[in-house]
């Protein structure tokens, strides 16, 4: 499994920084924990903690849509280089949480409610196509990849309902692990199905909002079992069985219900208010 990048808790939150953008250079020192960032041993891993500390005030509610982030702010906040905020800009963009101008800098761009919807409504359909490709072209191999794939997750809900049931926090060491091990049951059906461009377009679709939320929104850890367990046994045994059709509906369902929880949880945040 990939090595999440340590979590920044120290030092003033990005919008207090922000907010003193046009003033002294003082309003955007780095922290004694922001600093700790310029430490890490891989840049890749630099930028992704970043990314996910905007992505954070961005879904919390912490960036209006249209808000300003300057490059020299955000590099002075994290105490670190260009390279790597650029990085995360860039990061954020491929997932339609800001826009990069050339000369102009980044601003926040929030989905509004019908995007993520249409978005979901399209991922449902292509992953559904690609559930019923699977089943006809099915092998031991596939079988094999999808019950290793559940046997990681069964295990990480294993450890949730032992300390308590409490869906884990977004960018957890649990959270992180366990939105790796569903993306490893979704890319065998991806890759079983055998055909690329198919799989691009899903892939594509599942950057353009972070998925990793889904997390935080789901009620409890009878839902948690519900979407990443017990749903996925039932794609796992029509795949398995080549049964094309059950396969494409019940990733289809499967979509649909990661779709409602989300749109439930953003909704309760007034996130598009």
Known sequence: MARRPTRIDGGPGLEEVLAHAGGTSDAGAATDGDRG????????GLADEIAFRIEREIVEGGFSPGRRLPQDILCARFGVSRTPVREALRKLQARNLVVVVPNRGATVRVPSRKELLDVYDVRAELEGYAAQLAAERVTDECVARLDSAQAELEQLLGDIEHDGGRPPEVGSVLAVHLERANVDFHEVVLDTAGNER????????????PKDYVWRAVAGSAEVRELNLLEHVRIRDAIASADGGTARREIREHVRHARTVLLRHLDMLGFWE
């Open 37 to 44: 960032l310029a430490d890490a041993s891989a840049p890749k």
């Open 198 to 209: 198919l799989a691009q377009l899903v892939r594509e679709l599942g950057r353009m909002f």
